[in-house]
């Protein structure tokens, strides 16, 4: 079974920026698609972005549209999410995960599409 690690969260002022990065251990990373989520407060876990296993298709919500950008380093098993431009409810803690089938081309943004998750990573923005 695959462990993921982020890292890269903190505390940070509205219009700032921060990168978070997931580091997989494993053989197979380029085999699987990749996504972070993001769980706020009372709110259920959204799906802001997501990589398919090439890199060549992205997928991210619209609240964050514009602002991230979500890459990945296949030879050091590594995903990126580059924020800018943070707003206070883009506060939440972050999540990166793995698809459950290495078979898909595509960048899935449904959370039942993962199957491995990391243990979060804090992102909080002040106003």
């Known amino acids: 079974q695959v462990q993921l690690v982020e890292s890269g969260g903190g505390l940070v002022q509205a219009g700032g920026s921060l990168r978070l990065s997931c580091a997989a251990s494993?053989?197979?990373?380029?085999?699987?698609?990749m996504g972070w989520f993001r769980q706020a407060p009372g709110k259920e876990r959204e799906c802001v972005a997501a990589?398919?296993?090439?890199?060549?298709?992205?997928y991210y919500a619209d609240s964050v549209k514009g602002r991230f950008t979500m890459s990945r380093d296949n030879r050091n098993s590594t995903v990126y999410l580059q924020m800018n431009g943070l707003k206070p409810e883009d506060t939440a803690v972050y999540y990166c995960?793995?698809?459950?089938?290495?078979?898909?081309?595509?960048?899935?943004?449904?959370?039942?599409?993962?199957?491995?998750w990391g243990q979060g990573t804090q992102v909080t923005v002040s106003s």
């Open positions: 494993g053989r197979t990373f380029s085999s699987y698609a």
């Open positions: 995960a793995r698809t459950a089938q290495s078979s898909w081309s595509y960048a899935p943004r449904s959370e039942l599409r993962y199957e491995d």
């Open positions: 990589i398919s296993r090439s890199g060549s298709t992205t």
